[in-house]
């Protein structure tokens, strides 16, 4: 007999920075047996993948696959591959992802200028432009497009145009946005995007979408030193996905069993239908929490319907808010991240996450919390605020 207690986690509602929930289905295909990572009824989920993904991040790029690990091993994947020793990269940041992304261009060998906004605010393209002709000739602008840290939804296609006049690749990240709010690499002209399966693909963390375009192949495959990073090589990583199926690591099997089901259930609900529901949802928060009074953080126009920054108001604490929500009504949220630690409150509504339901049950849970911690929140003016919203298309 074991003394060990049974495994036994709590159901949460997620409506944190992510992970959001995962839908039953990708959870039950997970628990499908395993498959050897050469056994021909395995590739087959793997081609699946391929085209289910292109179809999801709305591209025709022949290099689309998935890294093995989460959204930062897409982000690795990119930037390790494109950035040579001694490039010269411009970096737009006005978060905490866009610093990641800073480092990661500088471990690569590349001579990094960052274009800063504040944190709330989107890049000014302008500011890229300048940045870019500075500092010419530039290999490689990267940005974030959905700021998880923020709430900001970052504006691409002047980007992509800027990038490509001074003859440099252009890196998006679309890790929060992929699935909840327009992805477009072929439209935008980006050719580099990576994402993450637990925000909006709604599937548990693991693995990493990630698509190249032909100019950002060529760049891989004309390297003269092979990029610093052996696991994450994308030209090994593409002769196991593509028809040579030469083995590189053994792949996640139940994950790629997850990511298949998840973009099937994207696919299904249909792309256009899935951001609508996430447009509408999330702005039916944002109005619900303004009409109770709260300040929403990021700037009005960028806003990101699926992750939402509002401020803490004056004399309420952070955690115990977030500790009650998450004790009495299971919800979890996140906290502020670097300079907006304990100033902002991060609130996902992501895949299957955003939910009429959610919104409703969140603005009621927390307006309740609120006015136990003396701030007065309008509970009746944000749910009558979210309710107008919600009824709309
Ligand atoms: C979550 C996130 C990442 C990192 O993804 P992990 O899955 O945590 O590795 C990168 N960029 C953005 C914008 C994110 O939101």
């Known amino acids: 007999m074991s003394d060990i207690p049974a495994f036994n986690p709590p159901t949460r509602i997620l409506m944190g920075p992510g992970p959001s929930g995962a839908n039953p289905r990708v959870l039950r295909a997970m628990t499908a047996p395993l498959l050897g990572h050469l056994d021909p009824e395995f590739l087959k989920i793997m081609d699946?993948?391929?085209?289910?993904?292109?179809?999801?991040?709305?591209?025709?790029?022949?290099?689309?696959?998935?890294?093995?690990?989460?959204?930062?091993?897409?982000?690795?994947?990119?930037?390790?591959?494109?950035?040579?020793?001694?490039?010269?990269?411009?970096?737009?940041?006005?978060?905490?992802?866009?610093?990641r992304i800073t480092q990661m261009a500088e471990r690569a060998g590349g001579t990094v200028t960052k274009v800063t906004a504040p944190w709330g605010s989107p890049v000014d393209p302008a500011a890229i432009e300048s940045a870019v002709k500075a500092n010419g000739p530039v290999q490689l602008v990267t940005i974030v497009h959905a700021e998880t840290s923020t709430g900001v939804q970052q504006p691409i296609e002047a980007i992509a145009k800027i990038a490509h006049d001074a003859g440099a690749l252009l890196v998006v990240d679309c890790v929060t946005s992929l699935g909840g709010v327009p992805?477009?690499?072929?439209?935008?002209?980006?050719?580099?995007?990576?994402?993450?399966?637990?925000?909006?693909?709604?599937?548990?963390?693991?693995?990493?979408?990630?698509?190249?375009?032909?100019?950002?192949?060529?760049?891989?495959k004309s390297r003269e030193t092979p990029s610093n990073t052996w696991y994450l090589d994308l030209s090994l990583l593409e002769a196991y996905w593509d028809e040579r199926r030469a083995y590189h690591h053994t792949a996640p099997i139940s994950m790629i069993y997850a990511l298949h089901e998840a973009v099937a259930l994207v696919l299904e609900e249909g792309l256009e239908q899935r951001w609508a529901r996430h447009e509408r949802n999330g702005r039916a928060l944002q109005n619900g929490l303004e009409a109770m009074g709260l300040v929403l953080h990021a700037d009005a126009g960028f806003r990101l319907p699926v992750l939402t920054t509002v401020r803490i108001p004056e004399g309420v604490a952070d955690a115990e808010v977030r500790g009650a929500l998450l004790k009495r009504h299971s919800i979890e949220i996140g906290g502020g991240l670097g300079d907006l630690r304990a100033k902002v409150w991060r609130i996902g509504l992501m895949g299957e996450s955003s939910t009429e339901g959610n919104v409703l049950l969140f603005l009621s849970s927390l307006g309740k919390i609120l006015r136990e911690h003396g701030f007065k929140a309008d509970l009746r003016a944000g749910l009558a605020a979210a309710t107008a919203r919600l009824e709309q298309p």
């Open 48 to 99: 699946e993948c391929r085209s289910m993904l292109r179809r999801v991040m709305r591209t025709e790029n022949q290099v689309t696959l998935a890294t093995p690990g989460t959204g930062t091993s897409g982000m690795e994947a990119a930037v390790m591959n494109l950035v040579r020793p001694g490039d010269r990269v411009v970096s737009g940041v006005c978060g905490y992802f866009g610093e």
């Open 183 to 220: 992805v477009e690499p072929d439209k935008w002209g980006a050719d580099a995007v990576y994402s993450g399966t637990q925000k909006c693909l709604s599937a548990p963390p693991g693995v990493s979408p990630i698509t190249l375009s032909a100019a950002a192949w060529d760049r891989v």
